[in-house]
Every structure is written in C-alpha cells, then in structure tokens.
C-alpha cells in the first residue's frame, strides 16, 4: 500500500535572484496519517488549524501549532475538496458523489448533505461566511447560500469547465479560471463581470487575489505564471517555466511580498517520482527561489517517504 503524505514546510524564505535560486527552511513536518493519494489541503482563517481530504474518504483537522489531527470526519465518498466556514467551527466538503456536506468539527456531526449538481473542482467560502463558490465541470460556477443552504446564483462565462476559484480578502471581488484559458473577475455585490483576464494557452488551474485585492495570480498547464493588475485587466508579469509538466497551484502569502507557485512533475525512475517543485517569486521584483519536494520510490514501486531538496 502507497503511505500518501502531507508536506508543511515551516520557515523563512530568503529571496534570491533567479540565477542564484536559495531558500532557508526552519523545519519540514511530514504527516503521514492517510493511507491513500491527498486530494486538498486548506487553512481555517486563524491559521490555527488545516483540514486535509483523500482518496481514502477521510478528512482530518490538524492543529498547526503541534501538527496533530485533532478531528476526523469520514466521507461516504471520495473527498476531493475543503473549505472551513470563517469562524472555523465547521468545515464543508464536496465528494466524488458531487454533494456538498457541512461539517461540525467539533462534534464530528453531519449537519447537512446537499446534491450540488455538477462534478466539482475547487471550492471557497467568502470571508463573510454566507456564500460558497463552487468551481465545476461543464462551464458551471456556482454560488451558493450557506444560510439558505441552496443554490443562490449560477454565472456564466466560462466556456470549458471551471478549475479554480477564489474570493478576494474584502469579499468583494471573485475569481475564476479554467479549461478555457481565461480567469474571469467577477463583482460579488452583483455577480456580473469585471475583466477577463486572456494570456494563456492552456488550462487556468489556479487563481489567487493579493492580500489587496489589486492583483492577481493564475497558473497553467502551458508552464506560466501570470501576474494581473485587476483594474487594468493587463498582465504586468510573466514567469514561464521550462521542461516541467503538469498541475500548478498558487498561494500568495499574507504579507503580499512573494508568491508561492507549485508543479507536480512525475519521474519515470525509481527513486525520482513525484517531484513537487515550488518557485517563491517577489511580485513586486519579481525575484524567485526554488524549492523541491520529492516523494521517493523504491524500485518496487513502494512509497517509502516524502522529502524535501532544498536548491
């Protein structure tokens, strides 16, 4: 049996010019505790817990501060994404089944089990806590009313399936990206468009505001990383990313200093596969450091540990 693991890398990057990639890590926690492939990971808004889903229908709450899963919740179908209401007391989750469930974390309890409709891809919550964005397949984005627990708005736009989603710090703005190689910023007061955001050649599957709302990040199957200005609707930054392959995820940090971009390139060798290579770029110098992460196999086939190669 595969031993799937999370990876937390805790520390401080020192930021490098990109002919002289470097990194500082304090410490590197791996947990090991699901037994099959990790589908999502997600932050509650205090940072002080994490939620995880995975292939083998658990979901488990971490706290952060000693990285020990303080709940468990187990899903009748394969969970593929999270996301913690903002006072972190419950936690909703989509499956494989398309039903989106609400959670209470402290009870373990299942307060409801909703059919969503469409096969889901990424899920987030506003920072209010009354409305759901739902990213889904079929050029479907919806949104939906936690308190009325129903569907409140389906937008239109898109013209492939939706990958990603995220809604901006202040509520009020949302983004969208997918398989038709455009983000679409939405107004959530009205829920009618702001820009549409066009550059890439392939799949949007990620999507990120900063911390102030004035830009925007997007990563794609076609290896770049897009850096938006929201008013303007104008690319200011272009990162392309050669001889790599596969899914790309974007997270900016809190401070708006740098941005975290992550591709998971697997290897065919033993002892090389799954490589998870993570560039921290300055959005305002556009300086980059590199990180790698490997899952290492044995010649078996057998997954012994997840480890980090700091470059």
């Known amino acids: ?18 002919s002289s990639y470097g990194i500082s890590l304090d410490k590197v926690t791996v947990l090991n505790d699901h037994k099959e492939t990790v589908n999502y990971v997600t932050f509650s808004r205090d940072g002080k817990q994490m939620a995880s889903c995975s292939e083998d229908n658990m979901v488990y709450i971490w706290d952060t501060a000693q990285w020990k899963h303080t709940g468990t919740l187990r899903s009748e179908d394969e969970p593929l994404a999270v996301a913690f209401a903002p006072d972190g007391k419950k936690i909703f989750v989509v499956d494989h089944n398309n039903t989106l469930s609400r959670w209470d974390i402290d009870s373990g309890a299942r307060q409801s089990n909703d059919q969503i409709g469409c096969a889901v891809n990424d899920i987030k919550i506003s920072p209010d806590g009354k409305s759901l964005a739902i990213a889904c397949d079929g050029k479907k984005l919806v949104i939906w009313d936690v308190a009325e627990n129903k569907l409140n708005k389906m937008l239109t736009g898109h013209k492939n399936d939706v990958m990603t989603v995220e809604f901006s710090a202040d509520g009020r703005k949302l983004i969208s990206g997918g398989k038709d190689c455009q ?129």
Request: charged residues 25%; hydrophobic residues 40%.
């Open 183 to 311: 983000a679409i910023v939405w107004d959530t007061t009205d829920w009618k468009q702001l820009q549409v955001l066009k550059g890439h050649d392939e799949d949007i599957l990620s999507a990120v505001f900063s911390p102030s709302g004035e830009q925007a990040a997007s990563g794609s199957n076609d290896n770049k990383i897009s850096l938006w200005d929201i008013k303007s609707g104008q690319r200011r930054l272009e990162f392309v990313k050669r001889g790599q392959e596969g899914d790309r995820a974007i997270a900016w940090h809190p401070s708006g200093k740098f941005l975290i971009a992550a591709d998971r390139t697997p290897k065919k060798k033993a002892g090389e596969v799954d490589i998870c290579e993570t560039i921290a770029i300055d959005e305002a110098s556009g300086d980059r450091t590199r990180i790698v992460f490997s899952a290492i196999q044995t010649g078996d086939g057998a997954m012994n540990s997840d480890e980090a190669a700091l470059f």
């Open 1 to 18: 049996m595969k031993a799937k693991t999370v990876v937390i890398a805790i520390g401080l990057l020192i930021l490098s010019c990109v």
